[in-house]
């Protein structure tokens, strides 16, 4: 469920659990799209044969893959009305945490860390965490920095 705020009400977000997005599959075929766009064809993400007799059972998604994927669900979880402009400004943090095995499921949750004021707007911190489905560790955690201007 998207939480849906206006710019002015920002700053009363702070510590706001914003819930969890819809589950998302990572098939081989995005994967393998990953690798082109990036250029990265290692065999662990690539070559599902390969990878079955690998280190992680089979093939793995990019770490930068699950990373970008925090933008997308990001625009499932808050909504800013009265805004000219939205910014992903950036990353704090990132670690990754565990392998997102291709067929798995993935989500994310975040909570509002902090907001402060920057010249014509808002930034938020948010601390996102990307779940695996049937997995007690998360594949990824990273504090994510978004601008809104009014």
């Known amino acids: 469920m998207t939480t849906t705020t206006t710019f002015d009400e920002l700053p009363s977000l702070v ?11 990572v098939t081989q075929d995005r994967v393998n799209l990953f ?27 990019h770490g930068f893959l699950t990373l970008s994927l925090t933008i997308p669900f990001w625009t499932e979880l808050l909504e800013v009305e009265g805004v000219t402009a939205k910014v992903n400004y950036g990353l704090d943090k990132v670690r990754f945490i565990n ?16 907001v402060e004021e920057v010249k014509g707007g808002l930034q938020i911190n948010v601390d ?23």
């Open 128 to 150: 996102q965490t990307v779940e695996i489905e049937g997995q007690e560790r998360p594949a990824l955690i990273s504090r994510g920095i978004h601008r809104f201007y009014a």
């Open 35 to 61: 690798a082109e766009a990036a250029n990265d064809g290692q065999w662990i993400h690539t070559d599902p044969e390969r990878a079955a007799s690998g280190p992680f059972g089979g093939a793995i998604a």
């Open 15 to 25: 510590g706001t659990d914003l819930g969890y997005t819809e589950y998302v599959t």
């Open 99 to 114: 392998p997102v095995r291709v067929g798995s499921r993935i989500r994310m949750t975040a909570t509002i860390a902090s």
